[in-house]
């Protein structure tokens, strides 16, 4: 997984265990200038959908801990947000779920003699991810491994076809999700129905001891 570093790392490890007990998980944290200061926190369910009540509910969570915590140094702005459909991939999952579209990765140091990668993700495995370079020299190898440690930043290429993609995978998720709840509602109606039959069933009379003598 990709980490962040001094003020972001901090604030991540405060906030990561409350949102998976949410059942959310953390996409990343970051820190920047922006009005002031504004710590943006991006985060997700399993499924990779998060709605605006979603953000609200990470907010409440989190929100007591970092006044207690007070892990920055000065005022700042919180915000809560999805990745995005040009999301930033931070785990070896991420680049497999998303194998066959276009990301950008920027590297701490050169790798293969560069630090700017553009191309399409053909997988991940061994700690490394693996790309099919767009941006490939003559005399370079177009498809490269790129170590996990050494990625500073890899984040998807927004196209139409990703968005579209994208659009459908949340469709179908928030669908699945719905399908879940309407089954889990209607599992309780259907208990709670079977409670008032009982309920309404006479009680049965309790059957007269006999009075014929035993032999």
Known sequence: MIVENGVAARVAELIEAPIEDLGFRLVRVRVSGL???TVQIMAERPDGTMSVDDCEAVSRAISPILDLEDPVDRAYHLEISS???DRPLVRPSDFTRWADYDVKIETKLPVHGRKRFKGVII???EGAVVIE???AGKDEEPR???PLVDINEARLVLTDELIRESLR???AARKA???ETESEEQETEDQESDAFEQADKPA???KKPSTRNKE
């Open 169 to 171: 995978r949340d469709k």
């Open 144 to 146: 490269v491994a790129i």
């Open 83 to 85: 990745p995005g459909i």
């Open 177 to 179: 999700r719905g399908a």
């Open 204 to 206: 049965k009379k309790p």
């Open 133 to 135: 370079r767009e941006d």
């Open 123 to 125: 997988g991940a495995a």
């Open 35 to 37: 009005n002031g200061c």
